[in-house]
């Protein structure tokens, strides 16, 4: 099954999307990506019981902050795959790269104004 | 411990508009426990006001500290070498904290990142719940361990009112009757008897009657 999926995503794993907090998803936003998404197990399948649906809480956390400050909460989403399904997984990629390219990059770097275009631009492509 | 809880980002930002390096100083007191205004809720709130202010436009330089805690002096002064350096502070600690920051660093303004809601206690993980309201005088050798003052809406010490119905209180059907507890409290102590001792009319000067209130230990002072 080799499937291809947008090059874009640079994948953070983790152990266990319980272990992602509020703050790497801030920060991801901080550091220029355009999008977050996180990939949890299927819920009921989390090997930690519960891992997967406090990371959804979080995310959900999150997207209140980015609402409020202005960056948009749509840019970050919690998806549910198991890791058996590489065609899930590709899938949820190209849904989310097609989002956030249809939203644009991420307002802070239209925003730095001043930054160098070159700068600006090797951020772009980040969707973490 | 005092509970707090976070103000919304966009007060914080309308307080700190005109500023462009800040201190986001938590503590490590009950603000911590209660997830307001501990270590991590100063990086989320530094990340969160550093987001809105690049897309704005006005990027904003945030120093993140968090004092062992902000309503104890030499906790304060651990800040004093380089708090002049920036313009502005905004403290996550409880209203104390906030006051007594303001008191020690008379130059630069204060501002509060949280609100300071009650004394509780942590009824589930993230569940806060009411249970003193500092009247000073305590009364619970009275009433089972449960606080009239706080639990009863009507802060009734001769309860319950006509307004208790099915263990529930009028004011809010989810509120549980504070005297239905301290009833149910006392039948299982066996202490029922109890509740015909009429507490007498309250005396508030020992609460927030008489202003901001003091207590000096004479043992203790230096």
Redesign the interface.
Known sequence: MRLSYPTNIKIIQVPCTGKVD??YL??A??RGADGVYVAGCMEGDCHFLTGNLRARKRVEYAKK??D????GGERLEMYNMSAADGPRFVEVAKEMTEKIKKLGPN??KL???AASEENTQKKTDGVA | MIIGKAK???DV?AMIENHSKIIIAGCRGCVTVCSAGGE?EV??LS??????R????KPIEIKEVTLERQCDSEYLETIRSFVEEYEAIVSIACGAGVQFMAEKFRRIPMYPGIDTNFIGVTEAQGVWTERCQACGDCKLHLTGGICPITRCAKSLLNGPCGGSSKGKCEVNPELDCGWQLIYDRLKELGKLDQLEIIIPINDWSTSRDGGPRKIIREDLTL
């Open positions: 509020v703050l801030l920060k936003f901080q902050i980015l409020e400050v202005g960056i307002p802070i925003c730095a104004g | 919304p980002i966009k930002l991590k990086e989320i990340a969160a006001l550093s987001l809105a690049e897309k704005n436009g």
